[in-house]
């Protein structure tokens, strides 16, 4: 018997048809996956991340975010906890390469972090104007990547202050609009500020470009099917589906 | 391609064998040793970093994000696999009755491997990380290591078409096959995860079946080889049974490679439905296993005790069967909800490199590298018995830590309304249990590496002096190719 | 010490390597594999949503995720519809349909949008209009001409607005929704056609001529 060949063929065998049934399945049934419409005048979800918000998943991903924290909204209890409005679908994910969506929660999930509400967050806080909450969560956002246990002083998050660069304040200067400290000049120097860096303003950009709410097929928002029947008995205007979608925010949300 | 059976000719002695095997097998095995140790130091650094994070002033490289992918990579990659390929080839030679063939190209993919992953750990340190369990080295590392495996594949090919033994043992085709899927497997990461990224969430199929496959194809097989190996030569016993390990091979590679998906990920709900069967079949694959060791060992368990290196491979096999009982209960889809993204899931790769790989691996290098370095077999002495006790020690402690922190992510996590803080400071207990475990480990390690080295360097330089190492290792020249 | 006795474990010697014993694999494992196997089958019909790729956790089946969704209230071209009305006629019809008396007619109650055949409107929408116009007994002159669209619109979008027109609740509009294979023939046979229809031209065409 030649037992090579046996060997050979059995190994090939065995991990081919694994391969066929657990990898090359799914691409037949979820490879030609294209962006889910949306009512009009949306476009079509989800659509490219901006520029910014690209840089900024490379960011991610090269700090290793994903070793900490998640991008998977699952069906029981993580909407109950403000971490998106329905679960995560294939469709969520098109934009994105690499795509990164964690297996371990030692950070809150992120998949909806651009429409979370100060309330909801790890640590909650709320916010000190009516309109701006954008600016707010993303100065949150710088002081947590530069020193994560001033907001949550329980967090093992590492301290990312090496994305943040120190520049003087020239004089006739004022302080930039994200700088995060000030420090007075000692001895005669110019005082100094700890703005973001690029790499940082990346990051954040594409942290606030995250969001996972807009509906789907395979995961309707809750009482989205009675809340229509109801509504096609009344006089209200006709059709569509009665998801509660705000209005597209733009995503492109860092300062100049 | 006809086995070379049509005019058998007399099987080499091992210690003929061995003597053409040497330079190339002690030389990579010293070489894992040494990532070994990289790795557990890079693992405590990174943990330790994890538990007591740093205030301001840390560099970019000595986060957790990058330093634990890093010590991942370093020990599946830079030991467990190249301590494994090595093993094997040397197995496979032993039992095949033959020098092991072409090796120059265990050289060559030795160089390659190793420069893969050095290129690999300092690439993820400096923010090329993939991202992806146990595929975190970039391009430029994973590439060059693919090439070694390559050329490991072709030298196991090659011994085992020269065989001169009629009967082909387990070891010898769990080693083959395995080699095999490693090759295959890289590629798929090479060319899938790294070259040609799928659309949307397939690279999460493609990575998790990877990762899942690197463990139960790969490392299984790696590791079973040498428990099939060493078990019967430190015993004294015959293998109970080759129709058991044959059992354990095929669930193993029908069933065992379609494990790894989770309900809650953002796959089709049928992916994770065929995982959770896929985890529990194999718990037939377990039960051969445990009734072969132990109709092989007869039920007498006293003569391990003399012996470390039999002790710590025994444990690792005990380990393998206990991860794979876990994963079967982790696995039910009732518990699913609960247990996914904490510790008790994403402990896994972890688990099977410290618990598994670790103690089976390093019991086959005590025996193999005093053999091929000194002529005689690894000592019963103190300060192996040391290193065996830290290596299991920590393993028991690195698991009960982790699925102690776990644990009570899961219970603090299962019900939405309990803060999501309270999940980490329930989990710290357990992450510190774990980190002693992991000095443990470390220090076992370390102990170990520095031995291993040591005859290592021994052997060359007595070598390089002229001086008969030993009569009962041949050298080259005596060996008939 | 005493000596070992035989049933001790020892190494084995140096010149030797392991063997394979023969025993047969016992036949209540093997049976056990069959009974997994049975048991995988029944989880995969309760937990594997017949391997279809649309159903995730929690839903069980297809039919439980296509009960759970709203269904669409209205024909499927009304959503579209109304997208391209918002995009392109809504700035002179205006959002509620009424028109302004400077700029469009009114669409709300409209006797030419909820005629029993859309031919003339698909006309309208196809090559734009000018002139006076009565709606529902009120007659309207602009200043300005409708703008053709037949360059625009493709005969699906045209279907669907006037789908949207004629069946908006909220206008009070109720009529019968228009296909795009009603567009297609009118709009091959007003191809060559180059101006703007007025309300004389229009009302010579019969309802429900092609």
Known sequence: MNHGALIFLSAFVTIAFSWAGLVMTPQLQLGRLEPVPQPAPQPDYPTARPGLAQQGLQVYRSMGCAECHTQQVRPEGDVERGWGQRRTVAQDYLADRPLLVGSLRLGPDLANFGVREAGRFAVPWKYATETNHLEETEAWLYRHLYQPRGQAPRSIMPSYAFLFERRPIRPGQSADAMALRVEEGQGGRWPEQVVPGPKARALVAYLMSLRADAPVFEAPLPGAAEAAAKQSATNAPAGGTTNQVSAPISTNTVSP | ?481 | ?210
């Open chain 2, 1 to 481: 391609m006809s086995d070379s059976l049509s005019t058998p000719r007399q099987p080499l002695n091992p210690a003929q064998v061995d003597g053409a095997s040497r330079w190339p097998v002690l030389w990579m095995l010293v070489k894992a040793a040494g990532w070994l140790a990289i790795g557990l130091g890079l693992s405590v650094w990174g943990w330790g970093r994890l538990l007591y994070p740093e205030e301001v002033g840390t560099a970019a490289w000595a986060t957790y994000g990058r330093l634990w992918p890093a010590a991942q990579h370093v020990l599946f990659y830079g030991f467990a696999t190249q301590a494994g390929a090595t093993l094997g080839l040397w197995m496979l030679a032993r039992l095949s009755g033959v020098a092991l063939q072409q090796r120059w190209l265990v050289f060559l993919g030795g160089i390659l491997w190793n420069l893969g992953v050095f290129l690999g750990v300092l690439g993820i340190l400096f923010g090329d990380g993939s991202g992806y369990v146990l595929w975190q080295a970039p391009l430029y590392g994973s590439g060059v290591m693919w090439a070694g495996v390559a050329a490991f594949c072709a030298s196991a090919w090659f011994t085992f078409q020269q065989r001169r033994r009629a009967e082909v043992y387990p070891s010898q085709w769990w080693t083959m096959a395995g080699l095999f899927w490693l090759f295959w497997l890289m590629s798929i990461g090479v060319v899938l995860l790294h070259c040609a990224p799928p659309r949307g969430v397939m690279q999460v199929v493609v990575s998790t079946w990877l990762a899942n496959n690197l463990l139960m194809l790969w490392l299984t097989s790696a590791g079973l080889a040498a428990l099939f190996y060493f078990v019967p030569r430190w015993s004294g016993r015959p293998l109970h049974s080759v129709a058991m390990s044959k059992m354990v091979f095929w669930v193993v590679a029908t069933v065992g490679t379609a494990g790894g998906f989770h309900f809650g990920m953002p796959v089709p709900r049928w992916l994770p439905a065929v995982s959770a069967v896929a985890d529990l079949m194999v718990l037939v694959a377990v039960l051969a296993l445990a009734l072969n060791i132990h109709r092989t060992m007869g039920g007498q368990y006293g003569g391990m005790w003399r012996q470390p290196g039999f002790l710590l491979t025994l444990f690792g096999a005990l380990m393998w069967m206990l991860v794979l009982v876990l994963q079967a209960v982790l696995s039910r889809p009732a518990l699913q909800d609960v247990v996914n993204l904490t510790f008790l899931t994403a402990g896994r790769s972890s688990l099977w490199l410290l618990g598994f790989a670790l103690p089976v691996m390093a019991g086959a290098m005590m025996y193999v590298v005093p053999r091929l370095a000194t002529g005689q077999e690894g000592c019963n002495c103190a300060k192996s018995r040391a290193v065996a006790a830290g290596l299991m020690i920590g393993a028991v402690l690195w698991m009960a830590g982790l699925l102690w922190a776990g644990n009570a992510q899961a219970n603090a996590l299962a019900d939405w309304r309990t803060p999501f803080m309270q999940s980490l400071a329930a989990a710290l207990p357990g992450m510190k249990l774990a980190g002693l475990g992991l000095l443990a480990i470390l220090v076992s390690g370390v102990v170990m590496t520095g031995a291993l080295i040591w005859m290592g360097c021994g052997a060359l330089w007595a070598t390089l002096r002229g001086t008969v190492v030993a009569d009962r290792v041949a050298t080259a020249e005596e060996v008939v190719a």
């Open chain 3, 1 to 210: 010490m005493r000596n070992p006795t035989p049933a001790e474990l020892r190494p084995l010697p140096e010149d030797s390597e392991p063997q394979a014993g023969t025993a047969p694999t016992p036949m209540w494992l093997v049976g056990l594999l069959g009974l997994l196997f049975y048991v995988a089958t029944m989880s995969l019909d309760k937990q594997a949503g017949r391997f279809n790729p649309r159903v995730y956790t929690p839903y069980a089946s297809f039919e439980k995720v296509e009960a759970a969704n709203p269904k669409p209230a209205t024909d499927p071209l009304f959503e579209k519809g109304r997208g391209v009305y918002l995009t392109y006629c809504a700035s002179c019809h205006q959002a509620d349909g009424l028109g302004s008396p400077i700029q469009a007619p009114p669409l709300a109650g409209s006797d030419w949008v909820l005629a029993e055949h859309p031919n003339r409107i698909i006309r309208i929408v196809l090559n734009g209009m000018a002139g006076p116009i009565t709606v529902s007994g009120k007659s309207y002159t602009f200043n300005n001409v409708m703008l053709p669209w037949k360059d625009t619109l493709n005969d699906e979008q045209i279907a669907a607005v006037l789908t949207y027109i004629r069946m908006n609740k909220a206008w009070g509009n109720q009529a019968s929704p228009v296909r795009p294979e009603q567009v297609a023939p009118i709009r091959k046979a007003t191809a060559g056609r180059d101006t703007n229809w007025t309300q004389e031209e229009l009302l010579k065409i019969a309802l429900g001529a092609e």
